[in-house]
Nanobody, 115 residues
Framework: EVQLVESGGGLVQAGGSLRLSCAAS????????VSWFRQAPGEERKGIAC???????YYPDSVKGRFTISRDNAKNTVYLQMNILKPEDTAVYYC?????????WGQGTQVTVSS
C-alpha cells in the first residue's frame, strides 16, 4: 500500500523558513518522481515543485528561487525547503505520487505565514 506522510508544517513569520518532509512507503521510491502541491482556502490545489527519479527539478515562477525540493532515496523521503516565506504561501501542503494509472496523496500539512 502506497503511503505518503507529510510533516514539518507550522506557523512562521513572513521572511522565515520551514522544511517539509514527505515520508514515502509501499513503492520503489527510487524509480518515481514525487511532487509537492499546495491548496489555499478557496483555491484550487496547485503544483509547486517536482523532483524526478534522476533528481531533475521543476518549479513554477511563484516559488522559484525560494523553494527547493530534494530527495533522500536512502530514507524514502522528499523534502521541500521553503525560504523567504510570504503570507500568500499560507496553505495546506501535500505530497503527491502520480502516473498514468495512479494518483496518491498524503494527508497534508498546514503552513501558516503571518505578516
Amino acid at each position: 500500500e502506497v503511503q505518503l506522510v507529510e510533516s514539518g508544517g507550522g506557523l512562521v513569520q513572513a521572511g522565515g523558513s520551514l522544511r517539509l518532509s514527505c515520508a514515502a512507503s509501499g513503492f520503489m521510491f527510487d524509480d518515481y518522481a514525487v511532487s509537492w502541491f499546495r491548496q489555499a482556502p478557496g483555491e484550487e490545489r496547485k503544483g509547486i515543485a517536482c523532483i524526478s527519479n534522476d533528481g531533475s527539478t521543476y518549479y513554477p515562477d511563484s516559488v522559484k528561487g525560494r523553494f527547493t525540493i530534494s530527495r533522500d532515496n536512502a530514507k524514502n523521503t522528499v523534502y521541500l525547503q521553503m525560504n523567504i516565506l510570504k503570507p500568500e504561501d499560507t496553505a495546506v501542503y501535500y505530497c503527491n505520487l502520480r502516473g498514468f494509472s495512479y494518483d496518491y496523496w498524503g494527508q497534508g500539512t498546514q503552513v501558516t505565514v503571518s505578516s
